[in-house]
């Protein structure tokens, strides 16, 4: 077998849906879901403020590498709450 048409990497797996109903906001004090955004790159907070990066199918739930998406985003709001 030729090594050159060997590939070192693997595609990314995809993340399933029992896996990311555990994860939670490490950014905001109420640890609000996050959901896959839907181009898979990005774990958004349910409130809106952070986006945390997807690479090479691992989440990256570190405050530190988050995308503040929306710095007026309340986490205190529920969306959806309310009528």
């Known amino acids: 077998m030729n090594s050159d048409t060997k590939s070192d990497t693997l595609p990314p797996q995809k993340l399933d849906d029992w896996f990311l109903d555990l994860l939670e906001c490490p950014g905001c004090e109420y640890h609000r879901p996050v959901k896959l955004n839907s181009a898979g790159t990005s774990l958004d907070c349910e409130c809106g403020k952070y986006g945390f990066p ?3 199918g691992i989440p990256i ?7 503040v998406l929306n710095p007026s985003a ?9 009528s």
């Open 54 to 56: 997807v690479r090479d």
């Open 61 to 67: 739930l570190l405050v530190e590498e988050a995308v």
């Open 74 to 82: 309340d986490p205190a709001v529920q969306k959806g709450a309310g």
